[in-house]
């Protein structure tokens, strides 16, 4: 039973554009959401994480939007560049600490 | 600042061994989680350990077994090996229980099962 739906599966984008990956949660217990950026080979690396308390997170190029009446939240990746190609994934966990991921998105950014 | 380091990085096995793989947690932590990442996929909690104990559990079988020791290092261990158990396996460390800070990733240990 997949705890976090994430959408789409692969994204194409150009370079200087917007990506948009979003997620979808049932458990109204998850109080952190972050977000993981993984290239090839290496480990998952975090990206940005937001509190249900917040409805936008902005570090950088990149934002979170967070809609808890509706249980989703959403990355934005403005102006992609190439080296944003990567897996990203989102993740839940309430208080354990034990992250719920979602399948994960191909992003490819071309130049 | 070292992060979180694994061992070993790369490793094959044949059906039916048994592997230990080791995990340093990153600096100042003192909770250790270990996932299963197979290839495509998001990582799978596999279990958690706080002072020196078990603390959670996913829906991982009871081949998979674990320790965490005194200086916070830890190790997964997995018996009887099968060919489905190939995947990445990763260590997580954060600090404290009780929720709300954040969980930090090391680079895995590829673990291929022939």
């Known amino acids: 039973q997949q705890q976090v739906k994430q959408s789409p599966q692969s994204l194409i984008v150009q370079k200087g554009g917007i990506s948009i990956i979003n997620c979808a949660y049932e458990n109204t217990a998850f109080d952190y959401f972050p977000w993981y950026q993984q290239f090839p080979g290496k480990g998952p690396a975090l990206l940005i994480a937001?509190?249900?308390?917040?409805s936008e997170k902005k570090e950088g190029r990149f934002t979170i939007s967070f809609n808890k009446s509706a249980k989703q939240f959403s990355l934005h990746i403005m102006d992609s560049q190439p080296g944003d190609s990567a897996t990203y994934f989102c993740?839940?966990?309430?208080?354990?600490?034990?992250?719920?991921f979602g399948a994960g998105t191909t992003v490819t950014v071309r130049a | 600042d070292a992060g979180v380091t694994q061992s070993p990085t790369h490793l094959i096995k044949t059906r039916g061994q048994q592997v230990t793989l080791r995990c340093s947690p990153k600096?100042?932590?003192?909770?250790v989680s270990w996932y299963q990442q197979a290839l495509g996929q998001g990582p799978q909690f596999i279990f958690q350990y706080y002072e020196e104990e078990e603390r959670q559990r996913g829906n991982f079988p009871d081949r998979f077994s674990g320790h965490q020791f005194p200086n916070y290092s830890s190790e997964l261990n997995v018996n009887a090996l099968l060919l489905g158990d190939s995947a990445l396996y990763l260590c997580?460390?954060?600090w404290g229980q009780g929720g709300g800070n954040t969980i930090y990733f090391g680079e895995g240990s590829w673990l291929t099962v022939v």
């Open positions: 937001i509190r249900p308390d917040v």
């Open positions: 600096s100042g932590h003192d909770t």
């Open positions: 993740a839940a966990s309430w208080e354990d600490y034990k992250l719920s």
């Open positions: 997580a460390s954060s």
